[in-house]
């Protein structure tokens, strides 16, 4: 049985990484969601317990699927829940550089655990979280961008969206 984790920050959760959640789910037996806590980095948009509700709602229902909130290093968390494999998702040429050096650093620190890449499906190529959250403070609908329970949330802090021509 192959255990793998797909980390992140997910402030918030968008459709890119719902979809790479949905593919690697159908690859692995058992997928955990993990969502990064850092306590030196409190000024996210949501908080950890909203952060891992929005991934429990926006995959419920997918078999193999669960999620954990971590803090420290994920090499440490991948040992303490026995998983293999790394997930990540790579967007373009420019999270290539990024990831690699991680996944070098990742596997010397825990030779164990492999990280394995899945390109984010085109449609979504050009989504990412920092831009979700400038959009909708600036007052625009993300609602084509984000499951349900990431939008429930925005909306909570924004307010809605101001209609657009
Ligand atoms: O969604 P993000 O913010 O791009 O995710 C980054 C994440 C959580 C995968 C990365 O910051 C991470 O693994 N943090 C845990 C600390 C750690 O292990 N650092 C060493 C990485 S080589």
Redesign the pocket.
Known sequence: MIHAVY????DPLHNGHVDVIRRASRIFDHLTVAV?HNPQKPNTLLGIEERLAIVRESTDGMAGVDAAMFD????DFCRRIDARVIVKGLRAISDFEFELQ?AH??RQMNPNVETCFIMTATRWSYVASTRVKEIAQLGADVSKLVPRASLTRIEARFGRPTPRL
């Open positions: 980390p992140g920050s997910f990064l420290g290093l994920l090499v991680q650093l990742n």
